[in-house]
């Protein structure tokens, strides 16, 4: 009797065992889910890679592609810049946020640019970045080719995206270099870019 009352309670103990192993695994699926849907925030001092693409059936009408440079994806409503016009290779600022630019004559790679390069720089005397022309004179960060019809970043300068008219008074700041801008077909475009978060 001892026996029987010795392998009964052995048995209902190494169930309660694997119900509580077989919850837990159930469990796992849905942490995994949680965490592949919570977006990547850049944090500061990382510099991620960056895409917009768009469409066009004419020359003149790219549809502005709003970018959230915190979270780096498109989005239409925590952009702090849309890529718009020319190929969507213009870099323009939406809302309160301010844009500058900074020219370096040695830095040739966004993720090497600190703080203290851009301390200078003023915010807010321009609202976009696109064709570089020398007359007009116009700053921009990309060169043009007008015969073949093909995009050129300007070398060693960076755009520069905060949340106020100065870099020191600024909370929110991201440096953005231009990779490229290819396009597919006739007017199918595909800008890259890198984004170093500053602040």
């Given at each position: 009797?001892k026996m ?182 006739t007017y ?12």
């Amino acid at each position: 009797m001892k026996m029987k009352f010795l392998k009964l309670t052995f048995a209902i103990a190494t169930l309660a065992i694997l119900g509580t192993a077989c919850k837990k695994d159930a469990a796992q699926p849905d942490n995994k889910l949680a965490l592949q849907n919570t977006q990547a925030v850049i944090p500061v001092g990382g510099t991620q890679a960056g895409v917009v693409t768009n469409s066009s059936t004419s020359p003149t009408s790219w549809t502005a592609v709003g970018y959230d440079l915190l979270n780096n994806s498109p989005s239409s409503t925590t952009n702090q810049v849309n890529f718009d016009n020319n190929f969507d290779g213009n870099i323009t600022v939406v809302g309160t946020y301010q844009l500058g630019y900074y020219d370096s004559a040695t830095i040739t790679d966004v993720a090497n640019i600190t703080l203290t390069d851009v301390a200078s720089v003023t915010l807010g005397g321009i609202s976009t970045l696109g064709i570089n022309n020398s007359v007009p004179a116009v700053t921009g960060w990309y060169d043009y080719d007008r015969t073949f019809r093909t995009i050129t970043p300007v070398a060693k300068r960076y755009a520069l995206v905060g949340n106020n008219t100065s870099v020191s008074s600024s909370t929110q700041l991201y440096a953005v270099q231009l990779d490229g801008v290819t396009t597919s077909g006739t007017y199918n475009t595909t800008v890259n870019f890198h984004i170093k978060r500053l602040k």
